[in-house]
């Protein structure tokens, strides 16, 4: 697609021009002093391209858009098991909520809501310490990017450590149902940290081409996976505002309320947002309105 560099250009140029740019994530000290304007979109082609504008160089941490590697790193040490712990239905809840978890005997929704994120990086403290679950997820998100300069940023992660009751509200209530292997501090500290990944959009979108299929990538998951991982950024992967966003931008999604979304266009490319200001769901409001450009001028929604 060679029109890419002016339709990104023409797209930052509106983001900076849009009357609202949400509030930056106030719960969490570290993320609550960012600038909300900052805008940034990369798009790797399955050509092998990188187009890019705004704020390219500057990194973010990814928080819950790393919950799609770590879905991915758990579902191959343990399989379809995970499924048994975890369900794939959207929960129409916010991302932190803690209300089905009673009403469901702790078995959360779904991969991306916080609870089943948790779950998720209990499954990697099978067999290791926290640092070594770690390690294994910063490698295989360097091996996706094939950018081995990937770094946790321990102030944010140290951030949230402090202000996460909700959180751990969320994972001993599931260690009361069984539904946690490994104690619970040490559960959110490694998922604390692995939501601390610090990237940039263009490292992001790079650690996203596995899920776009695109060739001549490191192929890190099986297929099926790979289609299945889809089917829930697109079902789950804006929380409450997943039907929103499918309607308004029809690609699988992955926000964080750093500002980042990593959203998939099968075969054709991966497309990583950020812009720190959220909107109602939690999710970045430009970010999401980006793409819903992107998508419009390009065509690229799989509906
Ligand atoms: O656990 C949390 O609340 C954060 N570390 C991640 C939540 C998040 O990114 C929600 N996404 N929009």
Request: charged share 15%; net charge negative; hydrophobic share 45%.
């Amino acid at each position: 697609m060679t029109m890419l560099g002016p339709i990104l250009a023409q797209i930052a140029e509106e983001m900076a021009a849009l009357p609202e740019s949400g509030v930056s994530a106030d719960y969490i000290l570290e993320l609550a002093r960012i600038d909300p304007d900052q805008f940034a979109i990369a798009v790797v082609t399955a050509d092998g391209q990188t187009f890019t504008a705004g704020l390219s160089d500057t990194a973010f941490t990814i928080q819950s858009v790393s919950k799609v590697f770590a879905l991915a790193l758990s579902l191959g040490h343990v399989g379809d098991a995970l499924w048994q712990r975890v369900g794939v239905e959207p929960s129409g809840q916010r991302f932190d909520s803690i209300l089905q978890l009673e009403q469901e005997r702790g078995r959360p929704r779904n991969p991306f809501i916080n609870a089943g994120a948790i779950v998720v990086t209990d499954t990697l403290l099978d067999g290791c310490v926290p640092r070594e679950a770690l390690g294994g997820m910063l490698r295989f998100v360097r091996e996706a990017a094939e950018d081995d300069s990937i770094l946790i940023d321990p102030a944010v992660a140290k951030s949230e450590i402090a202000t996460g009751a909700r959180n751990f509200a969320l994972a001993h209530y599931m260690k009361s149902h069984g539904n946690l292997v490994h104690a619970p501090e040490l559960v959110l500290g490694t998922y604390f940290h692995q939501c601390a990944i610090e990237m940039n959009v263009v490292q992001l979108a790079r650690a996203g081409r596995f899920l776009a299929s695109l060739p001549d990538v490191p192929q890190l998951v099986s297929p099926e996976r790979v289609r299945r991982i889809n089917a829930l950024m697109v079902t789950c992967g804006h929380y409450d505002g997943s039907g929103d966003f499918a309607f308004r931008v029809g690609l699988p999604g992955k926000s964080g309320v750093g500002g980042g979304i990593l959203a998939i266009a099968p075969g054709r490319a991966s497309i990583a947002v950020w812009s720190p200001g959220l909107n109602v769901y939690g999710n970045s409001l430009r970010g999401t309105v980006a793409l819903e450009r992107l998508a419009a001028l390009t065509g690229w929604s799989v509906f």
